[in-house]
């Protein structure tokens, strides 16, 4: 009857059914509360991610009326308003699993980073001498600044706002590592990327593809394209599925080495 998330007290829901009613609706949100002593509010999702910024609209159905949700994952905690600010729960593994593969004192660059999730985590659990998280929403930064201080790591992480394009412009670092957290854009930002990886960095690109357009070489040649166009020689090191969005549509990341 419904799909749904839930990002700490809050639930966002999504009806299959269109033939269920408000009270129908209604009924299902209480009853939800109930079962989940944990969440106190439940949202109706209403439209898709949209914008640049993949900001949400929302419909409120039970419990407290909220939009603002304190989220714990990884032993982190993060508070975010879930319309104004992009955020998937869907993502808690793939996070640690980036920060455990970040070495000793390396430099890390998280572009669309979002209320921080994950240079927080990437923070928590690795060594990294320094964790930079830029990101374009205003919104989102006021919360990424605060999630920096809830988890203790503002002498870790800066937080900057802007769009990558213009930003980039004015850090003067390099990094040996760079998380490509987008959201489901047209453009890549793979020359952005490019312009300020390390050699023998790592990048971690996140594109939205159908199964069959990855098992038809498309992924690969787009960052291959990019590497070219960048005059940057790379190696594909792997591709994987990191969360499911449509029917044999997945988010995917591809763990690329650039080598010179």
């Known amino acids: 009857m419904a799909n749904y998330d839930v990002i700490g007290?809050?639930?966002i829901v999504k009806f299959q059914n269109i033939k269920v009613d408000s009270k129908g609706k209604k009924k299902w949100a209480e009853e939800f509360l109930i079962k989940n002593k944990s969440v106190r509010t439940v949202l109706e999702k209403t439209e898709k991610f949209s914008g640049r910024l993949r900001t949400l609209k929302t419909k409120y159905l039970?419990?407290?009326?909220t939009?603002?949700?304190l989220y714990k994952e990884n032993d982190c905690v993060f508070r975010l308003n879930v319309e104004t600010c992009y955020f998937s729960p869907r993502l808690n593994s793939e996070r640690k699993e980036i920060a455990l593969m970040v070495?000793?004192?390396?430099?890390?660059?998280v572009m669309f980073g979002g209320v921080a999730p994950f240079a927080i985590v990437i923070g928590k659990f690795s060594k990294a001498e320094k964790i930079v998280s830029v990101e374009l929403s205003k919104e989102c930064n006021?919360?990424?600044?605060?999630?920096?201080?809830?988890n203790k790591l503002t002498n870790k992480i800066e937080i900057i706002k802007g769009d990558v394009k213009k930003v980039f412009?004015?850090?003067?670092d390099k990094f040996e590592v760079i998380v490509m957290a987008r959201p489901n854009l047209k453009e890549s930002f793979l020359k952005e990327a490019f312009s300020k990886v390390k050699k023998n960095g790592r990048?971690?690109?996140y594109g939205f593809y159908h199964e069959i357009e990855v098992k038809a070489g498309i992924l690969d040649e787009l960052i291959e394209g990019e590497a070219k166009k960048a005059k940057k020689k790379i190696k594909i090191t792997g591709i994987k599925k990191a969360g499911d969005i449509g029917p044999h549509?997945?988010?995917w990341r591809a763990d690329i080495k650039v080598l010179t």
């Not at 070495?103 to 660059?109: D, G």
């Not at 006021?142 to 809830?150: G, H, S, T």
């Not at 412009?169 to 003067?172: D, E, F, N």
Request: glycine share 2%.
């Open 9 to 11: 007290n809050i639930a």
């Open 62 to 65: 039970a419990g407290e009326k």
């Open 67 to 69: 939009k603002e949700a």
């Open 103 to 109: 070495k000793n004192r390396e430099k890390v660059l």
């Open 142 to 150: 006021r919360y990424a600044i605060e999630n920096v201080k809830r």
């Open 169 to 172: 412009r004015k850090i003067k």
């Open 203 to 205: 990048i971690y690109y």
């Open 249 to 251: 549509k997945f988010r």
